[in-house]
């Protein structure tokens, strides 16, 4: 560390002044970097609960992967931020959810989580939990399921083209017979 | 699909020049240049071709119907009509999401359609549908709306035309439409799901029949049939579904006569001597503009764009003051449920079967106009998993994923589209404050279904209601209507025919009634819904009709 005669000397000698950080400058640089480990800390926080979220909405399970498991959840966040209201409702959810599990949602167990998330869908349509719910609801379910592997899963054979859906003939008996 | 130019720019005199090639537009163009007459299709939308369609990527479900530039027109709405309690069971909900809607004005929403060559027929589902004989008489019948100027037997030779023009696929006959001679190629086998609901219409009393529908049920003309694939509204990848494009502009660009120019925009008709349309300016999608000199002008732009034109270029045509007037929109609902069998709803030709007994002026006791029946897959896009895990299974988390497991398939639908009385509250005008690029306001839409609407469109969803539950569906999952939303895909009326030329903007032909060269086929000539068929069929066979009397009018046989 230097010293305030060190700082003076420092001013006579130009060449020396790139060698050393002056303890203002390392206080604003210690200070950004305190900063941005709670930026990242909080921004590590989102992301787990947001993930927390939508693996609530579509979990892993034996009927296939789930919502983070397919990378949802850049797509569902970068929806969110294309309109302000849902980006609003959405980090007020969260806030809410992590308050609801006693700090972490995503620490909290399975039936907590379900839980809590049945608690936003029985919200009603004016709540922003309720919106939240449906935003991610929807998003998460479009995008996973509009997918040609896990339809098949389904019984659904890819995309409609270029097969088309041959359907045996045998079975219409006539007009209004059935 | 060539387009027929050898030049970018367009030939300075022609004979006729269309504008709009949408259903009525590529007809016209057909038919006169078969005629032997020099023919420019101008579109101010782009052309289409499969592979601008997403039916066979891996995410086809997240995709729909292609936008391109200029693919849609610009409009604005007025004010929603505020709602009343008595039509509440009209209004939107969704048990899936727990929602009922708690709005108080209905939402001005969409106007469905695509400006390109082929128009809305690119993406529409493709009803072939001829209009009832009573359909041409409904004020004589109902004592409400329009007659028309010219009836069922004078446009039943353009309706055999466009049929098999189109290759449509039907049964060998349909109530209240003689025809003179069969579908030109057979009905298409019912789905699954039009077999259930067939079955309950039974139990009502109901008869559930084909439908007659634009797609070929075998090969037609070097299209392929139809494979079923439901997705008739993403736009057809194989062309078997007979949209304008393939059918009437191929034909018209097959005689040599025809040149086609999309993202070519009508700017300006000017008026000359003697009533006569005396040159045209056309603007390419640069902004360059040209003069063109047509003998004669055939303007098919739509109801909405039709009008437009013509009351932004000096109320050309409106001596009567009729032009945007008598505006007719898809009055329509629908209502879905899960059967507890699976019906295959995602496969088979949408809305395939039909039902027909309430196509007539008094099907609802205290409403004037009928309406039809279908079922809904496609309309609502329960054709893969995503809209069913959005809308029709409730909740979340692995029971959801169980539960879509086991219902998927299992959609039933029913929908109800019905006549549209013309309404002094309903009308196209201009925008006060917006205009296009080239400095001509857009067109406003202003719409509100009165009581006699909504009294016809209740009892009709009524009979769906019934005809559901019939068939296996005890608890409908969701509902929506053109009560709660405007959303429409079917407009018509706003240059109405008629003989009179005080209370109409064309005659029987589509001739305008003061401009000897200025003619109009689109939907915007109907004088009346045909009780929510649809349009695309009659509107092409006036627009045939049109053709043949302009060409008599060339020849100075009228």
């Given at each position: 560390?230097?010293?305030?005669?060190?700082?003076?000397?420092?001013?006579?000698?130009?060449?020396?002044?790139?060698?050393?950080?002056?303890?203002?400058?390392?206080?604003?640089?210690?200070?950004?970097?305190?900063?941005?480990?709670?930026?990242?800390?909080?921004?590590?926080?989102?992301?787990?609960?947001?993930?927390?979220?939508?693996?609530?909405?579509?979990?892993?399970?034996?009927?296939?992967?789930?919502?983070?498991?397919?990378?949802?959840?850049?797509?569902?966040?970068?929806?969110?931020?294309?309109?302000?209201?849902?980006?609003?409702?959405?980090?007020?959810?969260?806030?809410?959810?992590?308050?609801?599990?006693?700090?972490?949602?995503?620490?909290?167990?399975?039936?907590?989580?379900?839980?809590?998330?049945?608690?936003?869908?029985?919200?009603?349509?004016?709540?922003?939990?309720?919106?939240?719910?449906?935003?991610?609801?929807?998003?998460?379910?479009?995008?996973?399921?509009?997918?040609?592997?896990?339809?098949?899963?389904?019984?659904?054979?890819?995309?409609?083209?270029?097969?088309?859906?041959?359907?045996?003939?045998?079975?219409?008996?006539?007009?209004?017979?059935? | 699909?060539?387009?027929?130019?050898?030049?970018?720019?367009?030939?300075?005199?022609?004979?006729?020049?269309?504008?709009?090639?949408?259903?009525?537009?590529?007809?016209?163009?057909?038919?006169?240049?078969?005629?032997?007459?020099?023919?420019?299709?101008?579109?101010?939308?782009?052309?289409?071709?499969?592979?601008?369609?997403?039916?066979?990527?891996?995410?086809?479900?997240?995709?729909?119907?292609?936008?391109?530039?200029?693919?849609?027109?610009?409009?604005?709405?007025?004010?929603?009509?505020?709602?009343?309690?008595?039509?509440?069971?009209?209004?939107?909900?969704?048990?899936?999401?727990?929602?009922?809607?708690?709005?108080?004005?209905?939402?001005?929403?969409?106007?469905?359609?695509?400006?390109?060559?082929?128009?809305?027929?690119?993406?529409?589902?493709?009803?072939?549908?001829?209009?009832?004989?009573?359909?041409?008489?409904?004020?004589?019948?109902?004592?409400?709306?329009?007659?028309?100027?010219?009836?069922?037997?004078?446009?039943?030779?353009?309706?055999?035309?466009?049929?098999?023009?189109?290759?449509?696929?039907?049964?060998?006959?349909?109530?209240?439409?003689?025809?003179?001679?069969?579908?030109?190629?057979?009905?298409?086998?019912?789905?699954?799901?039009?077999?259930?609901l067939?079955?309950g219409a039974?139990?009502r009393?109901l008869?559930?029949?084909?439908?007659?529908?634009?797609?070929?049920?075998?090969?037609?003309?070097?299209?392929?049939?139809?494979?079923?694939?439901?997705?008739?509204?993403?736009?057809?990848?194989?062309?078997?579904?007979?949209?304008?494009?393939?059918?009437?502009?191929?034909?018209?660009?097959?005689?040599?006569?025809?040149?086609?120019?999309?993202?070519?925009?009508?700017?300006?008709?000017?008026?000359?001597?003697?009533?006569?349309?005396?040159?045209?300016?056309?603007?390419?999608?640069?902004?360059?503009?040209?003069?063109?000199?047509?003998?004669?002008?055939?303007?098919?732009?739509?109801?909405?764009?039709?009008?437009?034109?013509?009351?932004?270029?000096?109320?050309?045509?409106?001596?009567?003051?009729?032009?945007?007037?008598?505006?007719?929109?898809?009055?329509?609902?629908?209502?879905?449920?899960?059967?507890?069998?699976?019906?295959?709803?995602?496969?088979?030709?949408?809305?395939?079967?039909?039902?027909?007994?309430?196509?007539?002026?008094?099907?609802?006791?205290?409403?004037?106009?009928?309406?039809?029946i279908?079922?809904?897959?496609?309309?609502?896009?329960?054709?893969?998993?995503?809209?069913?895990?959005?809308?029709?299974?409730?909740?979340?988390?692995?029971?959801?994923?169980?539960?879509?497991?086991?219902?998927?398939?299992?959609?039933?639908?029913v929908?109800?589209?019905?006549?549209?009385?013309?309404?002094?509250?309903?009308?196209?005008?201009?925008?006060?404050?917006?205009?296009?690029?080239?400095?001509?306001?857009?067109?406003?839409?202003?719409?509100?279904?009165?009581?006699?609407?909504?009294?016809?469109?209740?009892?009709?969803?009524?009979m769906a209601?019934e005809v559901m539950?019939a068939s296996?569906?005890?608890?409908?999952?969701?509902?929506?209507?053109?009560?709660?939303?405007?959303?429409?895909?079917?407009?018509?009326?706003?240059?109405?025919?008629?003989?009179?030329?005080?209370?109409?903007?064309?005659?029987?032909?589509?001739?305008?009634?003061?401009?000897?060269?200025?003619?109009?086929?689109?939907?915007?000539?109907?004088?009346?819904?045909?009780?929510?068929?649809?349009?695309?069929?009659?509107?092409?066979?006036?627009?045939?009709?049109?053709?043949?009397?302009?060409?008599?009018?060339?020849?100075?046989?009228?």
């Amino acid at each position: 560390m230097s010293t305030s005669n060190d700082n003076q000397r420092h001013r006579d000698v130009p060449s020396a002044r790139r060698s050393y950080i002056s303890r203002r400058k390392l206080f604003v640089l210690g200070f950004m970097a305190m900063c941005a480990a709670f930026a990242g800390f909080v921004l590590s926080y989102r992301r787990s609960t947001l993930e927390a979220f939508l693996d609530t909405l579509i979990p892993r399970d034996e009927f296939g992967p789930s919502a983070t498991d397919i990378g949802l959840t850049d797509i569902i966040r970068q929806k969110a931020e294309r309109n302000h209201w849902r980006f609003v409702e959405l980090e007020l959810a969260q806030v809410w959810m992590n308050l609801k599990a006693g700090g972490s949602f995503a620490g909290a167990s399975e039936a907590r989580r379900n839980e809590i998330v049945s608690q936003m869908e029985a919200s009603g349509p004016d709540s922003v939990l309720w919106k939240a719910y449906h935003f991610a609801r929807t998003h998460c379910m479009t995008y996973y399921y509009a997918n040609a592997e896990r339809a098949t899963a389904l019984g659904f054979v890819g995309p409609p083209q270029p097969d088309g859906h041959e359907e045996p003939a045998a079975l219409w008996t006539g007009a209004a017979n059935g | 699909m060539g387009d027929g130019r050898s030049d970018p720019m367009l030939p300075e005199e022609i004979d006729v020049l269309v504008i709009g090639a949408g259903a009525g537009g590529a007809a016209a163009a057909q038919r006169l240049a078969s005629h032997g007459v020099s023919v420019v299709l101008i579109d101010a939308g782009p052309a289409f071709d499969a592979s601008d369609y997403s039916v066979d990527v891996s995410d086809w479900e997240n995709q729909g119907f292609p936008s391109k530039p200029s693919s849609q027109g610009s409009y604005e709405f007025g004010a929603g009509q505020a709602f009343d309690p008595k039509w509440d069971h009209l209004r939107k909900f969704s048990k899936a999401r727990g929602w009922t809607s708690t709005r108080t004005h209905r939402v001005m929403g969409d106007y469905h359609h695509v400006r390109g060559i082929g128009g809305t027929t690119l993406k529409f589902t493709g009803w072939a549908h001829r209009f009832h004989t009573d359909s041409f008489r409904l004020r004589s019948n109902t004592g409400q709306g329009f007659d028309w100027p010219l009836g069922y037997d004078d446009l039943e030779p353009y309706y055999h035309d466009v049929e098999w023009m189109i290759g449509v696929a039907g049964p060998p006959g349909i109530s209240g439409r003689p025809m003179s001679s069969s579908f030109p190629t057979p009905a298409h086998t019912p789905s699954r799901l039009s077999q259930v609901l067939a079955r309950g219409a039974a139990r009502r009393g109901l008869s559930w029949t084909e439908n007659s529908v634009v797609a070929p049920s075998r090969a037609y003309r070097g299209r392929p049939a139809c494979n079923y694939c439901g997705c008739c509204q993403w736009g057809c990848p194989r062309g078997d579904k007979g949209s304008a494009d393939v059918t009437f502009v191929a034909a018209a660009l097959e005689t040599g006569r025809c040149k086609v120019y999309p993202l070519h925009s009508l700017v300006r008709l000017e008026r000359g001597g003697d009533d006569m349309i005396s040159k045209a300016v056309v603007a390419s999608q640069d902004g360059q503009l040209q003069d063109i000199k047509p003998r004669h002008v055939v303007l098919a732009a739509g109801a909405i764009e039709t009008p437009r034109l013509l009351l932004a270029m000096d109320g050309l045509a409106n001596e009567s003051g009729r032009v945007g007037h008598h505006l007719m929109e898809t009055v329509w609902s629908y209502h879905t449920g899960l059967h507890p069998d699976p019906v295959g709803s995602h496969r088979g030709y949408p809305e395939d079967t039909i039902c027909w007994d309430f196509d007539r002026p008094d099907a609802i006791h205290g409403a004037a106009g009928g309406g039809i029946i279908l079922p809904l897959a496609a309309t609502e896009r329960f054709l893969g998993p995503a809209s069913y895990a959005r809308k029709l299974i409730k909740g979340f988390g692995s029971d959801h994923k169980k539960r879509l497991r086991e219902m998927f398939g299992h959609a039933v639908g029913v929908q109800v589209i019905c006549e549209n009385l013309p309404s002094e509250g309903r009308y196209v005008a201009l925008s006060d404050t917006l205009t296009d690029r080239f400095g001509m306001p857009i067109a406003r839409i202003e719409s509100v279904l009165p009581d006699a609407d909504l009294r016809l469109l209740s009892g009709l969803a009524g009979m769906a209601l019934e005809v559901m539950k019939a068939s296996g569906v005890d608890e409908v999952l969701e509902q929506a209507s053109s009560y709660e939303k405007f959303s429409s895909t079917h407009l018509a009326g706003t240059c109405m025919m008629g003989k009179d030329s005080e209370t109409s903007v064309v005659n029987e032909f589509g001739r305008t009634h003061r401009w000897k060269n200025l003619w109009i086929t689109d939907a915007s000539v109907l004088p009346s819904m045909g009780n929510g068929v649809g349009l695309s069929v009659t509107i092409q066979a006036l627009a045939l009709r049109t053709a043949d009397r302009l060409v008599a009018a060339m020849r100075g046989d009228d």
